[in-house]
């Protein structure tokens, strides 16, 4: 005969293996929130973001931008990292910044800009420019937030022991 304690953890069990996304889903954005306030990605070692390259003394001073933490000004990219879908089997977080993935993978974004026709001061003269077409080009590091990674692994793997255990007991 099956006690009423026994069958009780066995429902419990199986509650807990119908909430695991969700709760491994909670773990995974937790880890990715955390990756903006520790400034690095940790899989099987820890990579520190790469800082930003200084302003130029050229750019004008109304043009600079002034900086929060890295990669946090408004805090949009943190707080749009949540879950996107799960399964029975798996959990995928992601976010809907368009933005985000350049800043997860880095790379080169190329582009052509419109300089409006101006006068600037040129040695007590005044210059006349045209408007023109300028190409840019703007590297942006790999500051990884987002993705597989041992050490997230792990904290699922004790997120299920410990409930497990408390269930058990």
């Given at each position: ?119 600037r001061k040129r040695k007590g003269r005044t210059e006349n420019v045209k ?28 997120f299920v022991q410990r409930e497990i255990t408390a269930i058990l007991k």
């Open positions: 005969m099956v006690s009423r304690d026994f069958t009780a953890k066995l429902h419990r069990l199986k509650n807990l293996y119908r909430k695991f996304p969700e709760g491994a889903g909670i773990e995974a954005e937790n880890f990715s929130n955390e990756r903006f306030v520790r400034k690095n990605w940790v899989d099987k070692t820890v990579t520190p973001w790469k800082k930003p390259e200084p302003v130029p003394d050229w750019v004008p001073k109304k043009w600079r931008k002034k900086r929060g933490s890295l990669m946090v000004d408004s805090a949009q990219l943190k707080n749009s990292v949540r879950v996107i879908a799960t399964t029975r089997n798996s959990v995928t977080i992601g976010t809907d910044k368009k933005y985000a993935q350049i800043h997860n993978e880095g790379g080169v974004i190329k582009q052509n800009i419109t300089i409006k026709a101006h006068s408007e023109h077409q300028r190409k840019r080009e703007f590297k942006i590091p790999q500051r990884k937030f987002i993705g597989e990674s041992a050490v997230l692994m792990r904290r699922i793997e004790r």
